[in-house]
């Protein structure tokens, strides 16, 4: 097609920094068909390489890309193949040795508490380990752009992990958050990766120290948009995560002072049954919890792209 021509087409999907037209969903079409047996990973990859969609250090952005795919296939504009699977099964951690062997934390100094991001390989790979083990929900996959963190404290043994966090993708339907912030669904769909959900939040059964949650969730937030800035090429302006009430009352966010904005309608999304009501009601907390605040730094930050 002519680039004039191209141009010329309504923009379809607007996500982060790319403008999608009918002819890029027709080009990510013929590149699945030309590549049959090519699984979502490799797919999303392929695609950055063909778009030389990198982020600002050089390197592809494959967990965009990913989540970029699995939204155009949510909102009816493509087919992704079936998740490649090993050996009938998806590859755990919760089969791994700890390396070390768990003692009871009852008391520590919390200026000395460290937030930071997992620093390699190995530490990502005991983060998966701990979830699966010690989390009701597993470890799980984190969806779209995900940051893993861990928490330390210094104890007469040395430093030790006290707890694990991510943060990936916010949701895509979240009513109450949406009326809160007070944005349609198409300025919705083009800030959403300005949202972030704490999907996981993980202190070590083995560690009952006072004030300890609210005080690792106030110093993740400090550096999470800077962290996130470094990492995708933009920062953010919202947190959101979801609590079971039938198992927390989500006591550590409100220490924190996340706000609550309600509570879920109970529904969830199973392959292609849609919004079937078989879910958990959760509760629905944000930070920060000022909605001018909120406002000012969605509009900032969309700017500056």
Same mark, same amino acid.
């Given at each position: ?13 607007? !996500? ?5 037209? /009918? =002819? ?6 013929? +590149?699945?068909?030309?590549? @049959?047996?090519? *699984? ?18 050089? *390197? ?10 699995? #939204?155009?296939?949510? &909102? ?80 007469? #043994? ?8 991510? &943060? ?6 979240? @009513? ?14 083009? #800030? ?6 704490? $999907? ?13 949650? =609210? ?9 999470? =948009?800077?962290? &996130? $800035?470094? #990492? !995708? ?7 959101? +995560? ?8 989500? +006591?550590?966010?409100? /220490?924190?002072? &996340? ?20 879910? $958990? ?17 969605? $509009? ?6």
């Amino acid at each position: 097609m002519d680039p004039c021509q191209e141009q010329q087409q309504p923009i379809l999907v607007r !996500y982060r920094n790319r403008s999608l037209r /009918a =002819s890029d969903i027709d080009f990510i079409r013929a +590149t699945m068909q030309a590549h @049959p047996g090519m *699984g979502r990973t490799h797919l999303s990859r392929l695609l950055c390489e063909l778009w030389d969609w990198r982020q600002p250090g050089g *390197g592809l952005k494959e967990y965009a890309c990913r989540d970029l795919l699995l #939204r155009l296939e949510e &909102w009816g504009h493509i087919q992704l193949p079936a998740r490649i699977k090993v050996n009938g099964q998806k590859k755990r951690a919760g089969g791994l040795e700890l390396g070390f062997e768990p003692k009871p934390i009852e008391s520590g100094d919390l200026s000395q508490l460290v937030v930071r991001p997992v620093k390699d390989r190995g530490e990502r790979l005991l983060w998966r380990c701990l979830m699966d083990r010690y989390h009701y929900l597993g470890e799980g996959v984190m969806s779209g752009s995900h940051l893993l963190y861990v928490a330390t404290l210094p104890t007469d #043994r040395g430093e030790e992990i006290v707890a694990c966090l991510g &943060w990936g993708a916010a949701s895509l339907r979240n @009513p109450k958050r949406d009326a809160w912030i007070g944005w349609d669904f198409e300025r919705m769909r083009h #800030r959403l990766h300005l949202v972030t959900n704490n $999907q996981r939040f993980l202190i070590l059964p083995w560690v009952k120290i006072k004030n300890l949650g =609210s005080r690792i969730l106030s110093l993740n937030f400090k550096r999470l =948009s800077r962290d &996130w $800035q470094a #990492r !995708y090429g933009h920062g953010i302006a919202l947190a959101e +995560t979801f609590v079971d009430v039938s198992r927390f009352q989500g +006591t550590v966010y409100k /220490a924190a002072n &996340w706000k609550q904005l309600g509570l879920t309608a109970g529904r969830s999304k199973r392959g292609n049954e849609l919004c079937k009501k078989r879910g $958990q009601v959760k509760a629905i907390f944000v930070y920060p919890p000022q909605i001018a605040m909120i406002r000012s730094r969605v $509009q900032l930050l969309a700017n500056s792209r």
